[in-house]
C-alpha cells in the first residue's frame, strides 16, 4: 500500500477471499469487520480514502453483492496491514442482517478490491479546510477521508456534522473523541441528534436546511471551507447538495456518496436468446476485447455483458454504487439513472453499465480506463 497519491487509482475490481480479523460492536444495530491483507495482495488492496469494497455471500441460497466503504485511515490500514468496513443493520436486509449474525474471527469472505469515487487526494503541502456533513452509516467513508486528512496534512483544519438519532446510535463515537484528543486544534465535531435533547439547541433536531444554514452562519463560514464530503440518507446529501449551490459553491470541490435509493431501477427480462442484436458493443475488460450484442431496448449494456463476459464487475445494480463503471471510447449511451458518478466523471464519459443503453448502433466500453 502506497501513503500518499495524486489521483484515485484505478484497480482491476477482482474478488479475493480474505479472513476476517476481528468483529467490532459499535453500536446495537451496528458492527465493524476488519479483514486481513495479505502480503501478497497488499498493492490490489491499496486504497483512496472513501473508496469501498464489494462483499460477495451466498445468503438463502442467492448469489449476493453489496457495498462497504472503507472505514479506516490510509495510515492504519498500511500499520495494522488491515481493511476494515462497518455495517448497520437494515431490517429485513439480506447481507446486513447475514454479516451480523455470521461474521466472526477467522471466517473468510469474497472481497472485490478497492473502487469508488468519493475520494480528494491528499497534499501534505496544502492548509486546506476539509468539511463533512454526514448522517448515521455514512460516517464510515467519512471516518477514512477526515481521519488520513488529519494525518497527511498537517497545515490543514477538518470538521464533521454529524447526524443521527441519539447518542447511543452513533457509530465510531470513541474514535471520533479520540480524534478530537489527538488533533484538538485541527479536529471540530458537531453531533447533531434528531431524538435526544442536548443543551445546544442547534445540536437538537433534524439537520435540515435551515439547521444547515444556521451552522453555515454561526460556525462553518462557506467561504472559508476547501472540500465538502456528503454522505448519508439520499434527503441529507440532496439538501446540503443544494443548499452549497445556493451559495455557490464549486460542485467539483463537493463530493458526495449515496448509499440507497428508494425504489429500484427497472429490470429488463432476458431477451429471447434467438432474438437480432439491436447494437454491437466492444467491451475491453482487463485487456481483452469481446463483442457483446446488445439484444433489446430495455437490457442494460452489464446486462448483455455478463452473458459474454461474466467477470464484469457490478454490485448493486441500481446506478447507487458505481462498480459496473466503464469509459464510453466511442459511440453514444443513454444512462436511466445515475447516483454515482460525480459531473467531471459523466463529462469526462464514464457511464454506469448497469444503467446504460446503446443509442448508436456501435459503442466501444473501455471497463480499464
Ligand atoms: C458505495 C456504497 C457504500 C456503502 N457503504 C456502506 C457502509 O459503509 N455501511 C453500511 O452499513 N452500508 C453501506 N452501504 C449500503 C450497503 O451496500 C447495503 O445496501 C446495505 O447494507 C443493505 O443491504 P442488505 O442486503 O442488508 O439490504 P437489502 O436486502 O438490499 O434491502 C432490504 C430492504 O432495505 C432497503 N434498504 C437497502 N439498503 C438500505 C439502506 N442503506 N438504508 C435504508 N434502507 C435500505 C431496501 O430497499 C429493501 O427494502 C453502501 C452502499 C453503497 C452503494
Ligand atoms: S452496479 Fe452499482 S451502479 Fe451499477
Not at 100 to 124: K, R, S, W, Y
Not at 218 to 224: N, Y
Not at 297 to 304: C, G, K, N, P, Y
Request: aromatic share 6%; net charge negative.
Amino acid at each position: 500500500m502506497h501513503l500518499t497519491t495524486t489521483k484515485p487509482k484505478r484497480h482491476r475490481a477482482v474478488f479475493h477471499t480474505l479472513t476476517i480479523s476481528t468483529v467490532e460492536q459499535l453500536t446495537d444495530e451496528a458492527i465493524a469487520i476488519s479483514f486481513t491483507v495479505p502480503p501478497s495482495l497488499k498493492d490490489e488492496y491499496s486504497f483512496e480514502p472513501g473508496q469501498h469494497l464489494t462483499l460477495r455471500a451466498t445468503v438463502a441460497g442467492e448469489d449476493i453483492r453489496r457495498s462497504y466503504s472503507i472505514c479506516v485511515s490510509r495510515r492504519r490500514a498500511l500499520a495494522t496491514g488491515e481493511l476494515r468496513v462497518a455495517t448497520a443493520v437494515v431490517p429485513e436486509g439480506l447481507m446486513s442482517t447475514w454479516l451480523h449474525e455470521n461474521a466472526e474471527p477467522g471466517e473468510q469472505l469474497q472481497v472485490m478490491t478497492p473502487i469508488g469515487g468519493f475520494t480528494c487526494p491528499t497534499d501534505p503541502s496544502s492548509a486546506r479546510h476539509h468539511v463533512a456533513i454526514a448522517g448515521g452509516s455514512g460516517i464510515t467513508p467519512v471516518l477514512s477521508l477526515l481521519t488520513t486528512a488529519l494525518e497527511e496534512e498537517p497545515e490543514s483544519r477538518v470538521t464533521l456534522v454529524f447526524a443521527n438519532r441519539r447518542t447511543d446510535t452513533i457509530m465510531f463515537l470513541e474514535e471520533l473523541m479520540d480524534l478530537k484528543n489527538r488533533f484538538p486544534d485541527r479536529f471540530t465535531l458537531f453531533n447533531v441528534l434528531s431524538r435526544e435533547a442536548q443543551d445546544v439547541e442547534l445540536l437538537s433536531g433534524r439537520l435540515d436546511r435551515e439547521r444547515l444554514e444556521q451552522f453555515f452562519e454561526a460556525f462553518i463560514p462557506v467561504d472559508d471551507v476547501d472540500e465538502w464530503y456528503l454522505c448519508g440518507p439520499l434527503g441529507l446529501v440532496e439538501t446540503a447538495q443544494e443548499a452549497l449551490a445556493d451559495h455557490g459553491v464549486d460542485g467539483h470541490h463537493v463530493h458526495h456518496e449515496i448509499f440507497h435509493v428508494e425504489g429500484a431501477a427497472p429490470v429488463a427480462p432476458p431477451p429471447p436468446p434467438d432474438a437480432k442484436p439491436l447494437a454491437l458493443v466492444t467491451v475491453t475488460l482487463d485487456g481483452r476485447t469481446t463483442k457483446v450484442p446488445v439484444k433489446s431496448q430495455a437490457e442494460s449494456i452489464l446486462a448483455a455483458t455478463l452473458r459474454e463476459r461474466p467477470d464484469a464487475p457490478f454490485s448493486c445494480t441500481n446506478g447507487v454504487c458505481g462498480t459496473c463503471r466503464a469509459r464510453v471510447v466511442e459511440g453514444e449511451v443513454r444512462m436511466d439513472r445515475n447516483y454515482a458518478l460525480e459531473p467531471e466523471e459523466v463529462e469526462a464519459g464514464i457511464v454506469l453499465t448497469c444503467q446504460s443503453h446503446p443509442v448508436t448502433d456501435e459503442v466501444v466500453l473501455d471497463y480499464d480506463a
